[in-house]
């Protein structure tokens, strides 16, 4: 009897042994498929993320050598810096213009083009023609359509009879001026999100809510949108996360000379300024830390709110 019992119980334990190498083999190929972003992960991200917490500790030395431990000197500077406070409201007024506009134009154009429309490929292409371009040649291509004096856009004003306008050296409408660049080039790549999200969307809803006589526009906010918040959630997340790290724009559309530079440059520029320009180190990534620290926070209340307004279901 007991004999019979053993026997019957190796199969058991045969299978059990056969499935456990399986899942063993099919985990250690996941590794080795995902082990390249790792490493990159971790040298060009994590690693340099604990390198500039150490340098912000340390005051630059004379040649960029023998940097000298000054603790929380640098912090107590930053806190006390004009410089870095208004530099990050520029950081905010920025990402509150661009953020909200980048997704709310994008959404808007993937529900048109989601549609049996002639040429949509077309238009999807040239949407996204902005998200393959180099950030520098966008930056002069717009450099030059705000120039107040030869650019096409005051061109345009003036033959209607309206007055030019400094669009990149007044201190009041430059943050402004860069967002709208911002917004123009990344509404593609959002708008690729948002297909991929509305794609996933069965149809059955929408010849539901007609048969019921919904309205496009009532159909837009009682299924599109809680049925795409998931895909909203992670655009607003990256979105965000890329605003407050603002450069390129900046740098290649605002000189050192112009009068709305104080103005408009954000925390990333100020950090380039001051590493690289002036060769402090250590003062500019205490600046980094404090915007890391501020994506950070950012990043998880936007993780607990997302539970209220995002429908996983």
């Given amino acids: ?56 500790f340390f005051k630059t030395g004379a040649f960029g050598k023998g940097n000298i431990f000054v603790g929380l000197e640098n912090y107590r500077k930053m806190f006390n810096d004009e410089a870095v406070w208004q530099a990050l409201i520029n950081t905010f007024k920025y990402a509150i213009v661009e953020v909200p506009f980048s997704i709310a134009i994008a959404l808007v154009l993937a529900v048109l083009l989601n549609r049996e429309i002639k040429g949509r490929t077309i238009y999807r292409t040239i949407y996204f023609l902005p998200m393959v371009a180099a950030p520098a040649a966008i930056a002069m291509v717009w450099r030059w359509l705000y120039n107040s004096e030869f650019g096409l856009i005051n061109h345009i004003l003036n033959s209607l009879g309206l007055p030019s306008v400094n669009w990149i050296s007044d201190p009041k409408i430059a943050y402004i001026s860069i967002a709208i660049v911002g917004i123009w080039s990344v509404i593609g790549y959002n708008m690729i999100l948002f297909l991929a999200g509305l794609q996933e969307i069965p149809t059955d809803y929408y010849e539901a809510a007609e048969i019921d006589g919904a309205s496009a526009v009532k159909q837009f906010f009682s299924i599109t949108i809680p049925l795409i918040s998931p895909t909203m959630f992670f655009v607003t997340v990256t979105r965000v996360i890329a605003a407050l790290q603002v450069f390129d724009s900046i740098y290649m559309m605002i000189g050192i000379t112009n009068p709305a530079l104080y103005k408009t440059q954000s925390l990333v520029y100020l950090f380039y300024k001051y590493s690289f320009v002036e060769y402090n180190r250590g003062y500019g990534s205490a600046i980094v830390m404090l915007l890391l620290a501020i994506i950070m926070i950012i990043t998880a209340i936007q993780v607990i709110c997302q539970k209220k307004w995002v429908n996983y279901n």
């Fill in 1 to 56: 009897m007991g004999h019979s019992t053993l026997n019957q119980n190796q199969p058991k334990l045969a299978r059990k042994g056969k499935w456990s190498g399986k899942k063993l083999n099919e985990a250690l190929w996941g590794w080795m498929f995902i082990l390249p972003t790792v490493i990159g992960l971790i040298i060009l991200n994590i690693i340099p993320i604990f390198r500039t917490l150490y340098q912000s």
